[in-house]
């Protein structure tokens, strides 16, 4: 991403029923970004399986990396659902899971993906990874289904780069 672009201030309700926004989460660490919601079947299991791949191949090699899942089902998706999400796949302190209020929902995919409001369609789901470096920018835009092994490459190069 050229230029790389700061997070928007979205309010965020994390796993642990702490509130924090998208940039405090994201100042100083490298972070892996993936968008998902718990009551999904279809993608998410898959890119939930994906981070539980990547958290050890980023865990010492790159340093403060933390991997982040942002439910796009913030009606659906609470405290308790988001940490379910987190056990269900061995997710370690530096795998967040959070969720944007209601109204901000859309934020975070118009951000991540770089669309402009008009171009929202009804298909949200996203097999993208984002990453962000240690000053919260969003810096790449993985392919879908991205390997962990190559997510983690890029981390290591982006954290290299701070």
């Known amino acids: 991403v050229e230029p790389r672009r700061a ?5 965020l309700v994390l796993h642990d029923g702490r509130r924090s926004t998208l940039p405090a989460l994201l100042q100083g660490r ?3 970004l993936q968008l998902m919601f718990t009551g999904c079947s ?3 299991p898959v890119q939930g399986a994906a981070f539980a791949a990547l ?11 933390q991997l982040l899942s942002i439910s796009i089902d913030p009606v659906g998706d609470d405290a308790r659902a988001l940490d379910g999400w987190r056990r269900r796949f061995g997710a370690a302190d530096t795998w967040l899971a959070a969720a944007p209020p209601v109204r901000h929902a859309e934020v975070m ?7 402009a409001p008009e171009a929202r369609s009804s298909d949200r789901h996203n097999a993208q990874t984002f990453l962000f470096d240690a000053r919260g920018r969003l ?6 289904f991205a390997a962990p092994h190559d997510v983690a490459r ?3 190069e982006l954290a290299a780069r701070a």
């Not at 958290?55 to 990396?65: E, R, S, T």
């Not at 995919?109 to 669309?115: A, C, I, S």
Request: hydrophobic content about 45%; overall charge neutral; charged content about 15%.
């Open 7 to 11: 997070a928007p201030p979205l309010p």
């Open 42 to 44: 279809a993608i998410c």
């Open 139 to 144: 810096a790449y835009r993985c392919a879908e």
């Open 55 to 65: 958290q050890p191949l980023v865990a010492g090699p790159v340093p403060g990396a």
């Open 109 to 115: 995919l118009d951000f991540v993906e770089g669309r």
């Open 154 to 156: 890029a981390m290591r």
């Open 30 to 32: 490298c972070t892996a």
